[in-house]
């Protein structure tokens, strides 16, 4: 079982930059697709970005494409995503997650989040 561990968060402004990383634990993150999701309360958690096992093929929601990058270092079992220009309606909980299956774009582990707000 894996073990992931978000951190990174914080208060910003608006315009500002922010670099999330998920560290991962008990398990390699190596041949297992990842995601960021985010959710804000009273709402369903949302995706916001999967990267492949292999790092070749990203995917974004709408919101956030040309403004955060997700990326991955299986050497060093990290997964992070880099977040630019930020908005205050990105202003959420973000969870790291990864799959129990190799190869598969499932998500079922779960790291316990992190915080970011963004202030206009």
């Known amino acids: 079982q894996v073990q992931l561990v978000e951190s990174g968060g914080g208060l910003v402004q608006a315009g500002d930059s922010l670099r999330l990383s998920c560290a991962a634990s008990?398990?390699?993150?190596?041949?297992?697709?990842m995601g960021w999701f985010r959710q804000t309360p009273g709402k369903l958690r949302e995706f916001v970005a999967s990267?492949?096992?292999?790092?070749?093929?990203?995917s974004y929601v709408d919101s956030v494409k040309g403004r955060f990058t997700i990326s991955r270092d299986n050497a060093k079992n990290m997964g992070y995503l880099q977040m630019n220009s930020l908005k205050p309606e990105d202003t959420a909980v973000y969870y790291c997650?990864?799959?129990?299956?190799?190869?598969?774009?499932?998500?079922?582990?779960w790291g316990q989040g992190t915080q970011v707000t963004v202030s206009s």
């Open positions: 997650a990864t799959s129990a299956l190799r190869y598969r774009s499932s998500y079922d582990y």
């Open positions: 008990g398990r390699t993150l190596t041949e297992y697709n």
């Open positions: 990267i492949t096992w292999s790092g070749d093929s990203t």
